[in-house]
């Protein structure tokens, strides 16, 4: 083959190469276009629904992007750090939720279905393309103009060197108000304690302050313009917080230092009676579905009644408590971290090798499962929850106390736990408590039907009118004594 012909066959070689990629880029560029867009589904669990929104668009190079929502939790544009679109088959990695989903383009229902992949388990997830995010209705979020100071501050704990983002919102007046501060529940929380896109710190605060009590909600640990390690803390050390919060409301000259009280949610009124048995400086306490029961005690009977009100058989629910009941044990009577670890494992293979296939297929990769659950039980708040009594610290509070539970509270059994605060306070002298079951209310202490975790974001309605005139009239009817 002389030179001009070699010269020519790798012409039309390198012509049809040309050819192909820009046929290729046509083809991608048409494929991207149907990909982009607002794509949203639900991922179901433990009976709960929760929506994921992802949200597709091009960079300026008209490279794929992805920003995500998780409604639900208040989550908003999570950066979408891998978009992988080829040929129908879409992956979208997120690492800071060690998760992923993947996918495919249906063409027929117009929708992506795949899975959700995180923590060795995978959620079939079906994404359907949206014009727009439906907000969901809340009609208790307060709207401005308010009738009161909003005063956004930041104050520090100086033992746990961080510094407390949080709103103060005070009466129109010049006098010294009664205040409280809110403490929230578990897991990292903002000043408004925002979970399935209710705000319910925000409504207790607009509705106190327009009764004319100051009231300040704080950002957790490590959230919002709060700093420090979360992961790293205990109740005990947000303790420490909740009384650094106490002395900043001294400090302010529109407070009466007498007047100031506490009201916790869940975790949080659990908090302001180890709070209030260390200080004087606490007039009273507001427990809203606060536990008078030991953390390993009430875990399980939370497992118990949520499972039940999802309708999972008995027999699965016996096998759930008797596997989390060992596990706790182990995380409470074994200060050795190592060897805590060895004998968790040891109960996971064997409940592991016990399932049957499709039960292993749903647990996902036992080696994935295992790390990811002696991380969560071997987490420092969750080991001191577990072993956390609240009666000691319930026995030493002397000043005046509300407990109110929902009647329909599957997380904080209402009989057990006020009947176990009732005793305690009784025990320690306190002759100045209330106990009430709040009717037909949840967790949230919302109006609730039957009380499970999987109806909070479906139910418009945050804080129940009547929960919140319960505290409000106990506390004001408190001070003016």
């Known amino acids: 083959m002389n030179k001009l012909k070699i010269i020519f066959v790798n012409a039309v070689i390198l012509l049809s190469f040309i050819l192909a990629a820009q046929s290729f880029a046509k083809n991608q560029s048409d494929s991207t276009a149907v990909i982009k867009g607002i794509w949203q589904g639900t991922l179901k669990f433990s009976g709960i629904e929760m929506r994921i929104v992802f949200k597709i668009s091009e960079d300026e190079q008209g490279k794929l992007k992805c920003l995500m929502d998780s409604p639900d939790q208040g989550a908003k544009d999570i950066v979408v750090d891998s978009v992988l679109y080829f040929d129908d088959d879409l992956k979208l990695v997120v690492n800071i939720a060690h998760g992923y989903f993947q996918g495919k383009y249906n063409q027929d229902s117009i929708s992506l279905d795949g899975n959700w992949y995180q923590g060795g388990r995978s959620l079939p997830l079906v994404l359907k393309k949206i014009d727009k995010m439906e907000k969901a209705n809340r009609p208790q979020e307060p709207k401005p103009p308010f009738p009161y100071k909003v005063d956004d501050v930041i104050y520090e704990n100086q033992t746990a060197g961080i510094k407390l983002g949080g709103t103060l919102t005070m009466p129109e007046s010049?006098?010294?108000?009664?205040?409280?501060?809110?403490?929230?529940?578990?897991?990292?929380?903002?000043?408004?304690?925002?979970?399935?896109?209710?705000?319910p710190f925000w409504v207790i605060a607009d509705y106190l302050t327009?009764?004319?009590?100051?009231?300040?909600?704080?950002?957790?640990r490590g959230v919002g313009e709060s700093t420090g390690n979360f992961a790293a803390s205990t109740t005990k050390d947000f303790a420490g917080d909740v009384l650094s919060g106490?002395?900043?409301?001294?400090?302010?000259?529109?407070i009466n230092p007498k007047e100031i009280g506490l009201i916790g949610h869940s975790e949080g009124g659990i908090i302001a009676p180890m709070v209030a048995a260390?200080?004087?400086?606490?007039?009273?306490?507001?427990?809203?579905?606060?536990?008078?029961?030991?953390?390993?005690?009430l875990l399980l009977k939370q497992i118990e009644l949520i499972s039940k009100a999802n309708g999972e058989p008995q027999d699965k629910i016996d096998k759930d408590i008797s596997l989390s009941k060992k596990l706790y044990d182990v995380v409470i009577s074994e200060p050795d971290s190592a060897k805590a670890v060895a004998k968790l494992k040891d109960i996971f293979d064997d409940y592991y090798s016990k399932m049957d296939e499709k039960e292993k297929l749903e647990e996902g990769n036992p080696e994935n499962a295992f790390n990811n659950l002696q991380k969560t039980i071997m987490n420092p708040w969750f080991r001191f929850f577990l072993s956390y009594n609240p009666v000691p610290a319930l026995e030493k509070v002397k000043c005046p106390v509300l407990a109110i539970d929902g009647s329909k509270d599957l997380q904080v059994p209402p009989e057990e736990d006020l009947s176990s605060i009732k005793a305690a306070l009784e025990k320690g002298g306190n002759k100045n408590f209330e106990v009430k079951e709040l009717p037909g209310l949840n967790h949230l202490f919302q109006t609730a039907k039957n009380g499970s975790p999987s109806e909070y974001g479906k139910i418009e309605e945050t804080i129940s009118p009547i929960a919140l005139q319960t505290m409000g009239d106990w506390i004001l009817k408190i001070i003016k004594k």
């Open 278 to 297: 260390e200080t004087n400086d606490v007039a009273f306490i507001v427990m809203m579905a606060g536990t008078g029961i030991p953390g390993n005690k």
């Open 174 to 199: 010049s006098n010294q108000f009664p205040a409280v501060l809110l403490i929230t529940g578990s897991g990292q929380q903002n000043r408004n304690e925002e979970i399935f896109g209710h705000k």
């Open 210 to 220: 327009r009764r004319g009590i100051a009231v300040l909600r704080v950002d957790d």
């Open 246 to 254: 106490v002395e900043y409301l001294k400090s302010r000259k529109e």
